[in-house]
Structures are given as C-alpha cells and as structure tokens.
C-alpha cells in the first residue's frame, strides 16, 4: 500500500534525479584559487504538476575576503562593489559561514524534491562552479550538495533557443525584463538566470521535446 509519503517528487526524474539549482557569484578576479568571493545567490527551482519548471527559493550572502585573498579594483570597479561600504559590513560573513547557510537551503530542497543531488545552473556555469568548489576546498567541506563538475549552462542553451549569449540579450529575447542598472548583484543575475532557464525548458517542454524523450528512454 503506498502512502502519500512515498509519493516522488515528479522534479526527481526530470534531470537524472539531480535538482537544478542555480548560482551567481560576484567576485574580486578571475581566478578562484586567488581572488575573493565576495556574494553568492542560489535560487532552488521546483516544478508543477504539467511539468513546467519554476524559481523556487532564494538566498544571497555577502562575504568578506578570505585571508590573503587578491582584491582586483578593475573587478570592483565592474561589479560596484564597494567593500568599505557599512551596510555591507554589517551583513558580511565568513566563507564558511556563508556556504554553510547556502548549502543547508540546498540540502533542504534536494531532500523536499526526493532528488539525490544538486546541479549547478549558471551563465557560464563553469566560473560560477569554479569559485564555489575552491571556496569548498579552503573551508575543507566535506559535504558538497552540488555534482564537482558537471554544470547547466545558460550562456550556451540561451544561444541554441535564442542566438545570443549575453545575459541581458538573452533574457530580452526571451521576453524577460531585464534592468542592466540592476545587473552584477549575485541576487539579480541569479534570479534573472533562473527566469531564463525555466524559459529554455519549459518552451522545449510545451513544444513536445521531453515527451519525444521520454519514448526513446531506456526502461
């Protein structure tokens, strides 16, 4: 007899049982072993009873640079971050602190969607992945809830469903609002990204494409 408590989540099967989760990082450089982490956002998505894709939950952390960090003012200068400012003292964290309230909330909608993992989703996935899992590293975590290296990219889907591959351009093509006075906050970029995604997938859901997939599954 099955209860309502052995119900899955219809998330769980959509991506190999992995939660999409998608992630903006706000940094001092390019680098991820050397330069700052200064803002992650992560936004859970959840999906509805037809299928369609949906921003779930958000959270945003600010961090203070970790010891020896490199702080390069021509990436400040791009991000308006200003480090010195006092609302931003007064919210700033640690990195430990910081990945651990983020990765709880992850935790928390992986376990809620019956998915085994989370998966990364971000516009360049690969720099956004890159600076958490050196953050991981430093703060010697050992529990990761995002797959090490596989990611979602939406620079490269917004190219296939839109031809562009800029952020902003992107989301217009898509009919997304988009404030470019807004962009390069982690919290914006991440729910704007999230937008995006649900917009690919769920316009490759409603002309058909996951229902051609599902017959050519293996049982």
């Known amino acids: 007899m099955n209860s309502q408590s052995n119900i899955k989540h219809p998330m769980s099967k959509r991506f190999r049982g992995y939660l999409p989760v998608v992630v903006d990082v706000e940094t001092a450089g390019f680098n ?3 330069d700052a982490l200064l803002e992650v956002s992560a936004t859970t998505l959840t999906m509805d009873e037809s299928g369609i894709i949906l921003p779930d939950h958000s959270v945003t952390k600010h961090l203070i640079p970790f010891a020896g960090a490199n702080i390069e003012q021509a ?10 400012n006092s609302f931003r003292h007064s919210i700033a964290v640690d990195e430990r602190e910081a990945l651990d309230e983020v990765f709880k909330a992850i935790r928390k909608a992986v376990k809620a969607h019956n998915c085994t993992r989370a998966i990364l989703v971000g ?5 956004d992945l ?3 899992n050196a953050a991981v590293e430093r703060c010697n975590i050992k529990r990761n809830p995002f797959h090490p290296f596989s990611s979602f990219d939406t620079a490269t889907l917004a190219a296939l469903a839109y031809g562009q591959t800029v952020l ?3 989301c217009l093509a898509a009919g997304i609002p988009f404030d470019n006075r807004e962009a390069h906050s982690a919290c914006y970029d991440t729910e704007k990204t999230a937008e995006l995604f649900c917009s690919i997938i769920n316009t490759w859901h409603q002309l058909g494409g996951w229902d051609l997939a599902l017959k050519t599954m293996p049982e």
């Open 123 to 127: 516009h360049n996935a690969s720099f």
């Open 75 to 84: 990436a400040l200068d791009f991000t308006k971050i200003d480090l010195d």
């Open 168 to 170: 902003s351009r992107a």
């Open 32 to 34: 991820s072993a050397t």
């Open 130 to 132: 890159g600076f958490i």
